[in-house]
């Protein structure tokens, strides 16, 4: 997946984790949740990907097209939401952690 990643210009998802991973590069991600209503009553969610999303989120196929069309997968509104989203979900991802985790755990040396 990881080439994949980086091959990508936009990561189209549903609710998947990939978003978690994908959020670290820092390019346009739309979450196209077409059963978003029926997923979220079966399943349950911690996270609402339409309102937290990490750029465009959509429910309808002309929806997502509209989005790229107009270019509003990367336009200020969407880079915003990313933005919001990788502060919550990345900020550890500066590809250091195992050197925290070392020094924490096994030297206990402090923050």
Same mark, same amino acid.
Not at 19 to 30: C, N, Q
Not at 68 to 77: H, I, L
Not at 90 to 109: H, I, Q
């Given at each position: 997946?990881? &080439?994949? %990643?980086?091959?990508?210009?936009? $990561?189209? #998802?549903? %609710?998947?984790?990939?978003?978690?991973? %994908?959020?670290?590069?820092?390019?346009?991600?739309?979450?196209?949740?077409?059963?978003?209503? /029926?997923?979220?009553?079966?399943? +349950?969610?911690?996270? !609402? @990907?339409? *309102?937290?999303?990490?750029?465009?989120? @959509? #429910?309808?196929? =002309?929806?997502? $097209? #509209?989005?790229?069309? #107009?270019? *509003? @997968?990367?336009?200020? =509104?969407?880079?915003? *939401?990313?933005?919001?989203?990788?502060?919550?979900?990345?900020?550890? !991802? &500066? +590809?250091?952690?195992? /050197?925290?985790?070392?020094?924490? @755990?096994?030297? +206990?040396?402090? !923050?």
């Amino acid at each position: 997946m990881e &080439d994949l %990643y980086l091959a990508a210009d936009v $990561l189209v #998802t549903d %609710y998947s984790s990939a978003m978690f991973d %994908y959020g670290t590069l820092d390019r346009p991600i739309v979450v196209y949740a077409p059963d978003w209503a /029926e997923y979220r009553r079966e399943r +349950g969610v911690y996270l !609402d @990907v339409l *309102a937290e999303a990490p750029g465009v989120a @959509v #429910t309808e196929f =002309p929806d997502l $097209l #509209t989005a790229f069309r #107009t270019g *509003a @997968v990367d336009a200020p =509104p969407a880079a915003l *939401a990313r933005e919001r989203f990788r502060h919550r979900f990345c900020g550890l !991802d &500066d +590809g250091r952690a195992a /050197e925290r985790v070392v020094r924490r @755990v096994l030297l +206990g040396e402090p !923050d």
